[in-house]
T-cell receptor, first 117, second 111 residues
């Protein structure tokens, strides 16, 4: 099946620094990828939709200048958490969908657990 | 009505029990629906897709009621390994529409 690879799987950073998370589609081209965030005991909350070759679309309440998204190729989207603070500590996960007749299954990366200290 | 709303958990059931979860959605135009399973600290994995009235895969049955705008997931003969959080997922809209996740229902199957 299709695979989405996310890296790193976990990261600890100091408050005020930036962290980049990569999301790659390994055996298919993804014009659109999605970035989610999940706090403990909460559901996945969509942060933004990453579009190859154009600007990302952010959900209401998500700061686009803080969460920078770059989707420079059909197989790679990156999320950079800038000037991270402890409240940004969360589980970040990307996904991509393969659209074929009747199939809109989403494939998820393994997730990145970010801890800001 | 929220975009996607699920039964609050947790569901604590003994092995072998039958358990059902419900999920309601607000967008009457939605055509496809999904149940994902998420284990603790892991990414969600697709359990079942629902495109018409329902779908069945072994011990798992998903049913769709468009008139009432709800989807259900039935698990028969529960196994210990079924313990997880089950997420109801509905595309927001359009062929490239992003997926909206319910808060999830936690299932714990006990010996």
């Amino acid at each position: 099946g299709a695979v989405v690879s996310q890296h790193p799987s976990w990261v600890i950073c100091k408050s005020g620094t930036s962290v980049k998370i990569e999301c790659r589609s390994l055996d298919f081209q993804a014009t659109t990828m999605f970035w989610y965030r999940q706090f403990p005991k909460q559901s996945l909350m969509l942060m933004a939709t990453s579009n190859e070759g154009s600007k990302a679309t952010y959900e209401q309440g998500v700061e686009k200048d803080k969460f920078l998204i770059n989707h420079a190729s059909l197989t790679l989207s990156t999320l950079t958490v800038t000037s991270a603070h402890p409240e940004d500590s969360s589980f970040y996960i990307c996904s991509a969908r393969i659209l074929s007749r009747g199939n809109t299954e989403a494939f998820f990366g393994q997730g990145t657990r970010l801890t800001v200290v | 009505r929220k975009e996607v709303e699920q039964d609050p958990g947790p569901f604590n059931v003994p092995e072998g029990a039958t358990v059902a979860f419900n999920c309601t959605y607000s967008n009457s135009a939605s055509q496809s629906f999904f149940w994902y399973r998420q284990d603790c600290r892991k990414e969600p994995k697709l359990l079942m897709s629902v495109y018409s009235s329902g779908n069945e895969d072994g011990r798992f049955t998903a049913q769709l009621n468009r008139a009432s705008q709800y989807i259900s997931l039935l698990i028969r003969d529960s196994k210990l390994s079924d313990s997880a959080t089950y997420l109801c997922v509905v595309p927001r809209g359009g062929s490239q529409g992003n997926l909206i996740f319910g808060k999830g229902t936690k299932l714990s199957v006990k010996p």
